[in-house]
C-alpha cells in the first residue's frame, strides 16, 4: 500500500506557498512552491527555516 502524499502546516510567503510532508522514506521535508503562473520553480528543504528563506530571496522570472 502506497504512503499517503499530503501536505500540511501551510503557509504563504509572498507567492511562494510553503508546505510540510513526509517523503517515501518517511522523513519530513517542506516544499516550497511559487504559485505565479509559468514560474515553475519549485524546491524540497529539509527544515521549514531554510524553506522559508527560499521563499523570501524567491524572485519570479515570469512576467
Known sequence: MAPRDFFHSMMRIG???IGTHRD???RT???AVCTRDRCGWSAD???R???QLA???HRCRAN
Open 55 to 57: 521563499a523570501r530571496a
Open 29 to 31: 521535508k517542506h516544499a
Open 15 to 17: 507567492p511562494v506557498q
Open 49 to 51: 527555516s531554510a524553506a
Open 45 to 47: 528543504f529539509s527544515s
Open 24 to 26: 517515501r522514506n518517511g
